[in-house]
């Protein structure tokens, strides 16, 4: 099973068919905020909808093509990061993720995506992660930058929103980049 120790306070682990009551209700508690930005919050309307969720990731896991991992703050879950695929033959992979409301502005996610990252190039190999933000997330999109992501572009359209169809900004960070920044600093 994939864990991995943040801080003291934040870890992540693999998101398990037990943890579906807990998802759910921090879905259900976060409803209308998660909305805004994220496509499946209307079709998560029961816990049996989160043990799908949790289940359908437990087989990604199983077939070596990414994970979701709970982010748990202090004991509670706060929000959930994992890997949409692994390209293996790219060695490239782009990462996902979403807080509870109650859990912003703590600096948990970007921890949570440094911890990522940090597996995906040391622990996976692989040669890029990328990063997709609606271009209005300001949140989202302010994450990459401080990691080292470049900004690589603007995917117009990316995305239907409910009503609406929303622009992504791309953020690209490779090996080369992550290895030789601890150097440039």
């Not at 009551?21 to 049996?48: C, G, H, K, M, N």
């Not at 929103?161 to 490779?174: A, C, N, P, S, T």
Request: hydrophobic share 35%; proline share 2%; aromatic share 12%.
């Amino acid at each position: 099973m994939f864990t991995k120790i943040v801080n003291e306070h934040t870890e992540l682990r693999l998101l398990e068919v037990r943890h579906a009551e807990e998802l759910f209700e921090l879905t259900d508690q976060s409803r209308d905020y998660l909305r805004e930005w994220l496509p499946w919050v209307d079709f998560t309307t029961s816990i049996a909808d989160s043990r799908t969720f949790i289940e359908g990731t437990l087989d990604q896991f199983r077939n070596n093509n990414g994970f979701q991992a709970g982010i748990w703050y202090k004991g509670k879950l706060a929000g959930v990061i994992g890997l949409h695929h692994v390209n293996w033959s790219n060695k490239s992979t782009s990462i996902g993720y979403w807080l509870g409301k109650e859990f912003q502005g703590k600096g948990l996610m970007t921890n949570a995506c440094q911890a990522v990252i940090e597996y995906c190039l040391e622990e996976l190999n692989l040669n890029r992660v990328e990063i997709r933000a609606a271009t209005k997330n300001e949140k989202s999109a302010a994450i990459p930058p401080k990691l080292g992501f470049q900004k690589e572009g603007c995917l117009r359209s990316a995305e239907w929103l409910y009503d609406k169809y929303v622009d992504h900004y791309v953020f690209g960070l490779i090996k080369s980049d992550y290895l030789n920044k601890g150097k440039t600093e």
